[in-house]
């Protein structure tokens, strides 16, 4: 089993949707939750950063992190044809630690 | 944060050869990371590299097939040595930004086809 599980999608979503992205882990040590973007053809981007459990908002962006359930999400509010991307959970215990990738989602948004 | 640049962005390769990736950080920072991405996967974590110590690799990754530099705090290579066509990835090196805040950030990364 992986540390971290995440849907490779593809998801394909029409323009003004919202999107929900998930991923599940199974090491209860991990206390940084990160989602990246990634483009094609370019490095990641980070998108969004919780320390341990709860809730964060940036303009579309809200993240999630379920410490009980082991299970973080990102939703896309008003989803745009500029966020049709892989995005991609990542983890880790903080402090150095490596960080854990999921499998990353690709999202398609249509117009 | 942090921005970093990779050198060269690209590049093809015949089989048997060495190819040496740079990466340079706009400040400086204590611990690089070098990470690979084949062709429609996630990301695998190759090494860390510490200025000023050996690099550490994770498992199925050895310093002779990539060996590691890290000569100052705002500078490291990666070569992949006696490629392969299975070394055909895209390469990526991060740093944690801030130090021990567990964010990190990347490069663009390096695109490598083996032939």
């Known amino acids: 089993q992986k540390e971290v599980e995440q849907d490779p999608g593809p998801l394909s979503v029409p323009e003004g949707a919202i999107v929900s992205l998930n991923c599940t882990y199974s090491?209860?040590?991990?206390?940084?939750f990160m989602w990246y973007r990634q483009y094609s053809r370019k490095g990641p981007e980070l998108l969004m950063y919780?320390?341990?459990?709860g809730n964060k908002e940036d303009g579309r962006f809200t993240a999630q992190v379920d410490k009980s359930s082991k299970y973080i999400s990102l939703f896309i509010r008003d989803s745009q044809p500029s966020d049709s991307a892989t995005y991609l959970c990542?983890?880790?215990?903080?402090?150095?630690?490596?960080?854990?990738f999921g499998a990353g989602t690709r999202l398609a948004v249509h117009p | 944060s942090a921005v970093i640049s990779q050198k060269p962005s690209r590049d093809i390769c015949q089989r048997g050869t060495s190819l040496t990736i740079q990466c340079q950080v706009d400040?400086?920072?204590?611990?690089m990371f070098w990470y690979r991405q084949q062709p429609g996967q996630s990301l695998t974590l190759i090494a860390t590299?510490?200025?000023?110590?050996?690099?550490?690799?994770e498992s199925g990754f050895v310093i002779d097939k990539f060996p590691i530099s890290r000569p100052n705090l705002t500078f490291s290579t990666l070569t992949v040595s006696n490629m392969s066509p299975e070394d055909s990835s895209i390469y990526l090196c991060?740093?944690?930004?801030?130090?021990?805040?567990?964010?990190?950030?990347f490069g663009p990364g390096t695109r490598l086809l083996v032939l």
């Open positions: 991060s740093v944690e930004d801030p130090p021990g805040a567990g964010t990190q950030y």
């Open positions: 090491n209860s040590a991990f206390q940084y």
């Open positions: 919780t320390y341990s459990s």
């Open positions: 990542a983890m880790s215990r903080g402090g150095y630690n490596k960080l854990i």
């Open positions: 400040s400086q920072v204590t611990m």
């Open positions: 590299a510490n200025q000023g110590s050996e690099a550490t690799y």
